[in-house]
């Protein structure tokens, strides 16, 4: 497969169509990145990597954390951890509180916003500087010592995280937060705020298309078992309320951020990250998605 060709193909296809989409407002940080970006980045578990665009510049990886986040806690709480986050798309906003005082205090799934708010917690117990072996995992995964978090975006996520407060206090009305609110706040606009390139994020994911095997360190990051859940996870909630239609139009398992990335994970394969950072109405990249669709179409590989 000539995945080079297909990536130059996909560039000038998606770049007439830019800017569409708007870019995330919320914070200065966001809404000041061109929606004129764009770059794409493929990584193969045979250790190959073709990329495009703005592939080597780094962005706001925002939600894309979630799944680092789910990965360093999974293995110390095991199942267990299904007792205290939920598996089943939300069907809501990422940042929904009804559901939330419906359901108890047990949150959808591990990538909503409060389901985050509980995998932070869990990590606040296990690590005793969770900011730094969080940020030494995650550098571990991308091969890349560089990888740094962004103080003035967590600085203005807090300023402005009005919605994750009440959520996090929601949690801890329901004793689903061990650690003090701050605290889990603080965490989880920390590993919001990394910065990382398309380049980066294909190569951190490249785990979850290698059965759980990282590919820089030689480590096992997750068993088999626990890979292949945290893909059917990414397939089924990782995209927000809109993980139907990314499935059926890219059909790839996929998780999003506001600053406008999507990483996508075809098992055995490959891993292919995306920047732009104009978001459709359900916050994910417009030209991000519409790139991963024509990469499946062109590659003719999915998941299904
Ligand atoms: N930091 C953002 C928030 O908490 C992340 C949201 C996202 O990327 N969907 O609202």
Not at 22 to 36: E, R
Request: glycine residues 8%.
């Amino acid at each position: 497969m000539n995945y080079q060709a297909i990536l130059d193909d996909i560039h000038q296809e998606v770049l007439h169509r830019l800017p569409c989409g708007d870019v995330a407002t919320y914070i200065p940080q966001l809404a000041s990145v061109s929606p004129q970006k764009f770059g794409m980045a493929v990584q193969t578990v045979g250790g190959e990597m073709f990329q495009v665009g703005e592939a080597f510049e780094p962005f706001s990886i925002q939600s894309i954390s979630k799944v680092f986040t789910l990965t360093l806690g999974f293995p110390f709480e095991g199942d267990k951890i299904w007792t205290r986050v939920g598996l089943e798309p939300s069907g809501s906003a990422f940042n929904s509180l009804v559901q939330l005082e419906y359901e108890h205090g047990i949150p959808r799934n591990p990538f909503i916003n409060a389901g985050a708010l509980v995998i932070s917690d869990i990590l606040l117990s296990h690590l005793q500087d969770a900011q730094t072996s969080f940020l030494d995992y995650v550098r571990q995964r991308a091969n890349n010592s560089a990888v740094q978090d962004d103080p003035h975006v967590a600085r203005s996520e807090r300023q402005s995280g009005f919605r994750n407060a009440a959520l996090a206090n929601f949690l801890k009305s329901f004793t689903n937060l061990t650690n003090e609110v701050e605290e889990v706040l603080e965490f989880y606009y920390f590993h919001c705020s990394l910065s990382m390139s398309c380049v980066d994020l294909a190569k951190a994911f490249l785990f979850l298309a290698n059965k759980g095997l990282c590919l820089w360190t030689n480590q096992p990051v997750l068993t088999q078992s626990q890979t292949k859940r945290v893909n059917a996870l990414m397939l089924t909630c990782g995209t927000y309320d809109a993980a139907g239609d990314f499935a059926f139009n890219v059909g790839l398992p996929g998780k999003s951020g506001v600053g406008g990335g999507i990483v996508g994970v075809i098992p055995n394969r490959l891993t292919v990250a995306v920047w732009s950072p104009g978001l459709n109405k359900k916050g994910n990249s417009f030209a991000g998605q519409y790139a991963l669709e024509l990469f499946t179409t062109k590659t003719g590989v999915s998941i299904f």
